[in-house]
């Protein structure tokens, strides 16, 4: 059986990696919300509007979340004698997964109202709580000053007390585990040789790396648990019932999606503990690889004498093995390529649903390349920053004991063949980063003024720093250390040219070392980043609302606004748009009307129309409409769409027999 493939063609192991990961996100997809959203459930609107005065006493109060939320999340509005004003329990409407509603008791008093909120999300399972006021008749808490209105306020946004300091303690571990069991994989399973040379050292580094790999998979066990535990704990907090409130972790568990998730990557790290123990049971035994490893020991200047030995006594080994009893406290060997196709499959779903709830993935508005960019970027992250740990702490340590000429030789040729996966690795990282940091940032002054944004540039900065170090380790040391290593044979091992010859190549060894375990450093410093990034949430984009004008509407004393209307030139027709009353939860008429070039209707077309907000995900509502008497007209209930004041879009596709179909987008403004 051959096991050099997978070592001489990272490329098309990543490569195959990369179409095991599509194929199973088209397995999870129809399992999870395609909508564009923040994995954190803040609010982004409310009515009544917050702050505001209005004169009727509302019967229901809704609050507008930026992502759908879970059933879970409830709230509770005071009256200005701080009394329980409730008069039913909150809930989701049926259809609108980012609403939630709660009805008031009649007859309500004049005065200050206050809505205390708390919202589950329903991708991510964390907590988010905020309060909304608003005022019937006049405001009774005589406060001075100039209202604030809208939802800027209405959110209390994360900070790091101790329950979030142990979150992003938990999360950080949770990382570093990750990513070095991920370049412990890509390290043994692809990187490293499996021919006669390099078969003593592979073995010795699985035994040496093998503790490694348990503790980082008992890490992400004990993580997943205390990472469950602490958001049931918020939510438990949030609702004010203090300690692990078990129907708080029955409703992380069970109405969220991070539920399914979590039990999902249970079972997956479970299979990896279970596939770890029945591989440590593969031994070879020890007098059966001591030869290899007595003429490894003696250096690489002379291995080209002793290639036929070599050759023999690997020929002995492979027959051992295969044919032998296990000899106990031997060397592991991987015996079949099937290892390394199932450490990577299992490390591609594990790193998928980590992706799936990720931040970036739930705000970027292309889900399908948002969950592919993140999941490059995740793997790109675990293989630059794990792979050099492995370098670093795994594989150092082991040369040590070799001759200076051969373990340069060694080194040299590992980091030849790590450099194209290294190299490929910063360049999908950087190119996925960037991506979705655009996606997640529509104002660029939100990368000051937030914690988030703060976090991101610190943890940029850190990236552009392990880029040059890593730059610098691949293209100078490596090459002199490799120059080093052939000039050292050269030199008659007597004179004292070769001992500065030596010492010189110690010199860069050891310079090595210090620059592995230096970037090391760094890459955690960037996963600390990466784990206060998931703790503090991406800015909330806030829809563009004139509240001062909504009030007046909201309350009557703004004049009748005229409904919205447009016209627009899509290849050689004109289509012209009107949509009545204009008003949110009103029933809705949309009225289309096509002409071509000489003025006459064209009733013979299909128009399909899908109607959603622009800054949020609100629900596509698509319709079809086949003919035109002469105009195409549609009509929707109320609260079916149109349902929040802001910018919303109609995309129209127009199709004509004979002809290539039309496109084109409307964007109109509803108060």
């Known amino acids: 059986m051959r096991y050099g493939r997978y070592g001489r063609y990272p490329g098309l192991a990543l490569s195959a990696l990369l179409i095991a990961g599509i194929i199973l996100f088209q397995t999870w997809s129809p399992l999870m919300p395609a909508p564009a959203a923040q994995a954190h459930a803040f609010v982004i609107g409310s009515e009544p509007i917050d702050g505001s005065t209005v004169t009727t006493p509302p019967r229901v109060v809704r609050i507008f979340f930026n992502g759908p939320i879970s059933p879970a999340s409830r709230a509770l509005v005071f009256d200005p004698n701080e009394r329980l004003v409730n008069a039913a329990a909150s809930y989701i409407p049926s259809g609108h997964p980012r609403e939630l509603d709660t009805p008031l008791q009649p007859n309500l008093s004049e005065g200050s109202y206050l809505v205390r909120w708390i919202a589950l999300a329903a991708n991510d399972g964390r907590t988010t709580q905020g309060a909304i006021g608003f005022n019937i008749g006049h405001s009774s808490t005589g406060l001075p000053g100039q209202t604030i209105l809208g939802p800027s306020t209405s959110n209390y946004l994360p900070t790091l007390d101790l329950l979030g300091i142990l979150s992003v303690a938990w999360e950080w571990l949770v990382l570093l585990a990750l990513t070095f069991w991920i370049g412990l994989l890509v390290m043994e399973q692809v990187v490293m040789e499996r021919r006669a040379r390099s078969l003593d050292l592979l073995m010795r580094a699985q035994a040496r790396a093998r503790p490694l790999q348990w503790l980082c998979l008992t890490t992400l066990l004990v993580g997943e648990v205390i990472t469950l535990i602490l958001r049931s704990v918020s939510l438990s907090q949030a609702a004010e019932s203090g300690g692990i409130d078990w129907q708080a972790l029955r409703a992380v568990l069970l109405t969220t999606s991070y539920g399914p998730l979590w039990l999902a990557r249970l079972v997956l790290i479970a299979l990896a503990l279970l596939w770890l123990a029945v591989t440590a049971r593969r031994r070879t035994p020890k007098e059966a690889t001591a030869g290899v490893a007595r003429v490894l020991r003696r250096g690489g200047s002379r291995f080209g004498r002793l290639r036929r030995q070599v050759t023999q006594e690997y020929r002995v080994t492979k027959e051992l093995v295969t044919t032998e009893e296990v000899a106990p406290g031997g060397s592991t060997l991987p015996l079949s390529p099937w290892d390394t196709s199932l450490w990577l499959t299992l490390a591609a779903l594990y790193l998928l649903s980590w992706t799936l709830t990720s931040d970036e993935v739930q705000q970027a508005s292309l889900h399908l390349s948002a969950i592919v960019l993140s999941w490059l970027s995740l793997l790109s992250q675990a293989v630059w920053l794990g792979g050099l740990a492995y370098l670093g702490y795994v594989l150092l340590p082991l040369l040590a004991g070799m001759e200076a000429d051969h373990q340069a030789e060694v080194l040299v040729t590992l980091t030849r063949r790590l450099t194209p996966l290294l190299l490929m690795a910063m360049a999908v990282l950087l190119v996925s980063q960037l991506f979705l940091a655009e996606s997640v940032f529509s104002d660029l002054q939100a990368l000051l003024t937030t914690a988030y944004g703060r976090t991101l540039l610190v943890r940029l900065g850190l990236t552009v720093l392990l880029l040059a170090l890593s730059l610098f380790t691949l293209f100078r040391i490596t090459p002199r250390l490799a120059r080093q290593t052939l000039l050292l044979p050269v030199v008659d091992a007597e004179m004292p040219a070769r001992r500065t010859r030596r010492e010189a190549l110690l010199q860069t060894e050891r310079q090595l070392g210090r620059l592995l375990k230096g970037q090391s450093w760094v890459g955690m410093a960037i996963l600390l980043c990466a784990a ?140």
């Open 532 to 671: 206060l990034m998931s703790f503090f949430a991406p800015p909330i984009a806030f829809p563009q609302i004139n509240y001062a004008q909504a009030v007046q509407n909201q309350t009557g004393q703004a004049a009748s606004t005229t409904p919205p209307s447009a016209i627009q030139q899509v290849g050689d027709l004109t289509v012209s748009l009107f949509i009545t009353p204009g008003r949110v939860n009103s029933p809705h008429t949309v009225l289309i009307l096509l002409t071509d070039s000489r003025g006459q209707p064209v009733t013979n077309a299909r128009i399909s129309l899908a109607i959603n907000m622009v800054l949020m995900d609100m629900g596509t509502v698509q319709q079809t409409l086949s003919r035109g008497e002469p105009a195409y007209v549609a009509t929707f209930p109320a609260r079916s769409t149109f349902d929040m004041a802001g910018l919303w879009k109609l995309e129209l596709t127009i199709e004509r027999p004979a002809q290539p179909p039309l496109r084109t987008t409307f964007e109109f403004t509803l108060s």
